[in-house]
């Protein structure tokens, strides 16, 4: 059974697949298919386009393969519309594109499963915040339904970092720091920096200080510039009223956790 055709797919709402039935697609009228057209052959072509630097074409191309329901081409067209790369920046547009990708599924196993999941957490995302002048708006618990489907059916490591936030927060729902601590240690053995810190300051927090204070500094170490921020300030609090024994051992605990990647 094609994933997201039944069952969970009721959790993503009527509203979004309304919204999805309507992305515009801007083709190329003067171009004439063939039968040798198909929608791997579009996407290839826009891929290349996009590498050339002919943004133009490549939105051109990589749409006619996205309305035959290509996956990675809604996938490129969504991310270049989120980051206004080759077009003008509009969160709704990609937003659109990635409830596309929702509403025609994957084949379980299937290689076009990695879109899937990656699209739930990204209208998860915006469900969070809402989209600025568009229909879609703030709905946590919605948000929290998305984020669990893609941590349970498909194992998305930024899913379950983001379903454990939500657990520990009580955003969308009620709190549960075990089921957080639980995501958030799932998430972290797949290498994701910031479960890693969340769950280093929980065992910190819990009267674990020499493995919590090493989970912290490890997940600086690899983080990325934008959670590096906070990342920082747990670690630097946590270090603050720690003993200068614990956070030399930590340290150095620390140093062989990014070094052999491993640890959580």
């Known amino acids: 059974m094609n994933r997201c055709k039944e069952g969970w797919l009721a959790s993503v709402t009527a509203l979004t697949l309304g919204i ?45 393969a996205a309305d035959m329901g290509h996956p990675g081409a809604n ?10 790369d080759g077009v003008a920046e509009n969160d709704y547009a990609a937003y659109k594109f ?7 599924g994957a084949d379980p196993g299937s290689e076009d499963e ?16 809402g989209i600025p ?9 919605q948000a929290r339904s998305l984020y669990l489907q893609a941590a349970t059916n498909f194992g998305n490591p930024e899913a379950q970092y983001r379903l ?22 799932l998430s972290a053995r797949k290498g994701n920096p910031a479960a890693q810190a969340m769950l280093g300051n929980m065992l910190f927090q819990a009267g674990k200080t020499v493995r919590g204070l090493a989970m912290m500094t490890a997940a600086y170490e690899k983080a990325g510039p934008h ?20 956070r030399r ?12 990647d491993n640890g959580f």
Request: net charge negative; with cysteine; charged share 25%.
């Open 249 to 260: 051992t930590a340290i150095s605990l620390a140093s062989d956790i990014v070094r052999n």
């Open 114 to 129: 990695s879109y899937l999941s990656d699209a739930l957490v990204e209208i998860a995302d915006y469900l969070v915040t």
């Open 133 to 141: 002048n568009s229909p879609v708006k703030q709905d946590m618990p």
């Open 227 to 246: 959670d590096q921020i906070w990342i920082r300030q747990l670690q630097e609090r946590a270090f603050a009223v720690s003993g200068e024994a614990d």
């Open 75 to 84: 996938w490129k067209l969504a991310r270049m519309y989120a980051d206004g």
């Open 164 to 185: 454990g936030k939500m657990l520990l927060n009580g955003d969308g729902g009620e709190k549960n720091p075990v089921q957080a601590a639980r995501w958030f240690q």
């Open 20 to 64: 999805c039935l309507s992305t515009a697609s801007a083709l190329d009228v003067n171009h004439t298919k063939s039968e040798s057209d198909s929608p791997f052959e579009f996407f290839k072509s826009g891929i290349s386009a996009y590498k050339n630097g002919d943004k133009g074409q490549a939105v051109k191309a990589l749409k006619y």
């Open 98 to 104: 990635y409830v596309r990708i929702v509403q025609e």
